[in-house]
């Protein structure tokens, strides 16, 4: 069972927001940095945002950055991705993940090690 669980996805417009959240089972999560990662059909999965355990740093991929905001709240064990301005190129299955040996900093280069995955949730922005 995973221990982390995603939350949010849906159905929007072009130009519409979405909230996703990813609470985790663990409390020893708080103290990781956490990502956010996307794979649309016929693609690689990316890199989107992830933030230190502090939240006191995020990264963005450049495709989203301005957009999307990632936050979290580890009095609820829980990172949260504002995404807003839609596109129908947003469209993806959405996952968190984290691991304790990496960096929010170096997510988007080694995300094919990170030890912990949700099980994702489906954005699709229709145009």
């Known amino acids: 069972q995973s221990q982390l669980v995603e939350f949010g996805g849906g159905l929007v417009q072009a130009g519409g927001s979405l909230r996703l959240s990813c609470a985790a089972s663990?409390?020893?999560?708080?103290?990781?940095?956490m990502g956010w990662f996307r794979h649309a059909p016929g693609k690689e999965r990316e890199f989107v945002a992830s933030?230190?355990?502090?939240?006191?740093?995020?990264y963005y991929a450049d495709s989203v950055k301005v957009r999307f905001t990632m936050s979290r709240d580890n009095t609820k064990n829980t990172v949260y991705l504002q995404m807003m301005s839609l596109k129908p190129g947003d469209t993806a299955v959405y996952y968190c993940?984290?691991?304790?040996?990496?960096?929010?900093?170096?997510?988007?280069?080694?995300?094919?090690?990170?030890?912990?995955w949700g099980q994702g949730t489906l954005v699709t922005v229709s145009s």
């Open positions: 993940a984290t691991d304790k040996n990496v960096a929010a900093e170096n997510m988007g280069a080694v995300s094919r090690v990170l030890e912990a």
């Open positions: 663990v409390r020893t999560f708080t103290y990781y940095d």
């Open positions: 933030i230190t355990w502090s939240g006191g740093r995020t």
